[in-house]
């Protein structure tokens, strides 16, 4: 299991890294592994969104570099669209990265995944399901939405 | 038609079948591209059409699509890029390229625009298959699945007023497409279950199908059009 990762947990996702301590991961680089979670909050212009965009990409060029795992954590109502274009465009960007990376990394083992849950998350479960998935376990390329903003609606 | 229609990245291949359609189904199209070789897709359409050649990453050039669009009808956010490489070889710049391309360009051209469109006028964003993922387009694949997401955001702000869709095409016989080695083009093509690449005008008619009344309760969707390569082996 990996044990450590970098985790980007920005303004609206504080709630995240606490949560993922407490389910028994450690701190790392991007070179042990990545958590990128999308940002919900303060997101004024499209330079924010490219700013988070360039970000991930930094971040995720590391961790491939180095072979190791992605998680990309994002939000099903904005998948969705619910709440504004600009983390509609943060959250989908993130989710197409998130299959684009398990492709290139099918060849050598390299798994990347994406989580989506609610604005309202329970955090645990969210945590626990991301070290889940960063794990992998035979998933990659795979979409889990934790809640239930998902039912019924087009994503992923 | 109530307005005219602005096709973007209208200078050849998707952009120009989807410039030619438009007119033949009425719109006054305002072709737009950064290449002046839009000038001759224009003056191919004849009638009220006209071209604005012009850089949509800069505000100055969206502006010039603005006020040659007054109350229009339709647009059809085309332009687009690609720089591609493993994401571990990928350069910075390149990946901002693309993004600002094919995304910033995209949002922000919709937003300076859709204020001044007429009622029950339309939008339709090209995505691409590659929003479901692909080898060596981490930034193609980002800005497109953006796009999607865009589009789902938009059909919601701007209901009832404005319907707003998306297209994502599969492999499509422009020059881009021809150009790739034609081991490689064979290869692509031998996993479409259609056999064979799409016809950019196969591409424009599906556009203006979304744009016309005949999709008039359809909004914040996607339509993939690949020839079944995204539900293949």
């Known amino acids: 299991m990996t044990a450590r990762a970098h985790v980007h947990a920005p303004p609206g996702c504080g709630w995240l890294v606490p949560a993922l301590r407490d389910a028994g991961l450690g701190s790392g680089e991007p070179e042990d592994g990545l958590i990128f979670a999308q940002r919900s909050e303060g997101l004024t212009s499209f330079d924010d969104v490219e700013a988070e965009m360039t970000e991930s990409f930094r971040l995720t060029r590391r961790a491939a570099s180095a072979g190791a795992p992605a998680l990309y954590v994002v939000c099903i109502a904005d998948l969705l669209g619910q709440r504004g274009s600009l983390a509609a465009m943060l959250a989908n960007g993130l989710l197409s990265a998130a299959r684009s990376m398990a492709l290139e990394g099918r060849r050598d083992g390299r798994i990347a995944n994406a989580l989506g849950h609610d604005p309202d998350p329970r955090p645990e479960e969210v945590a626990s399901w991301a070290l889940l998935l960063l794990e992998g376990r035979g998933v990659t390329g795979g979409f889990v939405a934790v809640g239930a903003g998902h039912l019924a609606k087009v994503v992923p | ?233």
């Open chain 2, 1 to 233: 038609m109530s307005g005219p229609a602005v096709v973007t990245g209208a200078a050849r291949g998707i952009g120009r079948a989807i410039a030619h359609k438009l007119a033949a189904d009425g719109f006054d199209v305002v072709a737009v591209d950064r290449d002046p070789k839009v000038e001759e897709v224009a003056a191919e359409l004849g009638g009220g059409a006209r071209a604005v050649v012009c850089d949509l990453t800069e505000p100055g050039g969206r502006r010039l699509v603005v006020e040659a669009a007054p109350r229009a009808a339709a647009l059809v956010n085309n332009a687009g890029i690609t720089r591609d490489a493993l994401v571990t070889k990928m350069t910075e710049d390149d990946f901002g390229a693309v993004i600002r391309v094919n995304l910033r360009a995209a949002f922000e051209l919709t937003a300076e625009l859709a204020p001044t469109m007429t009622d029950r006028g339309a939008i339709v964003s090209m995505s691409s298959r590659a929003y479901l993922g692909n080898i060596g387009q981490y930034n193609y694949s980002m800005s497109k699945g953006a796009l999607v997401g865009m589009t789902r955001a938009l059909a919601q702000e701007l209901a009832p007023r404005l319907r707003v869709n998306a297209v994502a095409p599969g492999l499509v016989a422009t020059d881009m497409a021809m150009a790739m080695p034609a081991k490689v083009r064979d290869k692509l093509v031998g996993r479409v279950p259609l056999g064979r690449m799409a016809e950019p005008g196969e591409i424009a008619e599906l556009v203006a199908f979304l744009v016309s009344p005949a999709a008039s309760y359809i909004t914040g969707q996607v339509v993939v059009a690949c020839g079944g390569r995204s539900v293949a082996p």
